[in-house]
């Protein structure tokens, strides 16, 4: 094995552009305007293989990867600091990725940018933001999973980088591709459940909360533990804690299940309902507040402001075993014989839509109506006309967008945006108590000690 080593609204985006970043206040290692100094990226006609590395090969990058082989284009490199986890993806993908070139450093990647069009990203998220940063510089095509960023800070410069540049980008909350998610869309922007105000959200158990083990394990051979660790802070290896999977739980290189999750399960709201920013978020309980590792239980409320004609919105989350009330979920409690482990509700004067995390089997229910229906085939909505296009996959809109098809529904400026809801929520279990947020200046109001969570310094001499 050779391995090279070593869709918003128009008034809020225009609002956006005018008022996000006036004060220069967020960098991304070095990132000085860097949109006048970006690429241009080739050309590519529809019937042309596009031409993709692969960054991070843990489950969900290779997921990804496979989605792009269906599509018939090209893999020709792939990237992990882990050997192991390269060896693994070739061996178990034979001729898909036989004439992909390996790589353990992503600077020497970049530098044979040449050889692809676009760059897959699936690594932990303490490494998205550089890495989609070099790429869009580069003007290679970027698919990105989510959350988007690690910091809100990062989320603000990517879109701003996304905007400036003319590479396609989407982040992968890969509801979004669904059709029962496009027609509940439609449903509730046509108004089908009348006045919304309130948005119940919630997910199962997630894990106590705690502080890094002590000691360390040798590190494997063919890993790079320094540079997996990269921009964040290196801490000792300890086998099974961090990689390949468990990261997430740690503020080093993740944000829990609530920045995970919250870019799936806030998808839904966050485009029927044309949210922007929470002005409060107001923190109602949490059990593992102050550790190194993501809280084990707690309740939010985002409160959203009105919008044009539609009215205030409060966004109730919920998780490791907290939940709506039981009255709340009776109806759906009956329709599945038991209580739902996770979902989100959307409640409005004339109805309510149930939809679980992916928002791939969403239900509607109106007033008058005994039971929830799958809202594809609603009689009492059937009236209402389709007003979204629909999805061929979330990935392959993405191939298709890259050649020049119809735009993605989650680039960066939308995914960017979605992202930074989830962190301000995050930030709240950060700094111990409810805030009151300012979105468009990254700013709490009443908590100036947050700023060092909004974007914090990371170690340089990872990043190239």
Partial sequence: ??????????????????????????????????????????????????????????????????????????????????????????????????KAKLFTDYRRLFDEAAAFDAVLIATPDHWHAPLCKRAMQLGR???????????????RVLRELARHSRVVTQMGNQGSASAS???????????????????????????????????????????????????APLR??????????RWRNWYDFGNGILADFGCH?????????????????????????????????????LHFGARSALPPVIVHWYNGGEAP????????????????????????SRGTIFTNPWNDACLIKLQGEAKFHGVLGHEATKQIPQTLSRSQGHVKDWVLACKGGPAVVSDFDFGGHLTEITLSAVLALRVGHSLDWDGVKLRATNAPGA???????????WLG
């Fill in 1 to 98: 094995m050779n391995i090279e080593t070593a869709v918003l609204p128009q008034t809020r985006r225009a609002f956006l552009r005018k008022s996000a970043l006036a004060a220069g206040s967020f960098t991304l290692a070095g990132c000085v305007t860097p949109w006048r100094r970006a690429a241009v990226p080739r050309q590519i006609a529809a019937n042309e293989k596009l031409n993709v590395a692969v960054i991070g090969l843990g489950g969900q990058g290779v997921h990804d990867m496979k989605q792009i082989i269906d599509c018939g284009d090209n893999i020709v490199a792939l990237c992990d600091v882990d050997e192991a986890q390269l060896a693994k993806t070739v061996k178990e993908n034979g001729d898909a990725v036989a």
């Fill in 451 to 461: 700023a060092q969570f909004v974007q914090h310094p990371w170690r340089p001499q």
């Fill in 325 to 348: 009330d039981d009255a709340l979920l009776q109806d759906i409690t009956t329709l599945q014989q038991a209580k739902p482990k996770h979902g989100c509700l959307i409640c409005g």
């Fill in 265 to 301: 399960i806030f998808n839904m709201p966050l485009r029927s309902l044309a949210l922007d920013y929470p002005t409060r978020i107001e923190l109602v309980s949490a059990k593992g507040l102050g550790h190194e590792s993501c809280v084990d239980r707690c309740k939010l409320r």
């Fill in 181 to 231: 998610f496009r027609r509940a869309w439609e449903l509730i922007q046509a108004g089908a459940i009348g006045e919304v105000r309130d948005v119940h959200a919630w997910l199962s158990d997630h894990g106590p909360a705690c502080d890094r083990p002590e000691g360390a394990d040798p590190i494997p051979a063919g890993l790079n533990w320094d540079f997996w660790c990269g921009p």
């Fill in 141 to 155: 095509h970027v698919y990105c999973e989510k959350p988007l960023t690690h910091t809100l800070g990062e989320a």
């Fill in 236 to 245: 000792p290896y300890k086998q099974g804690e961090y990689h390949p999977f």
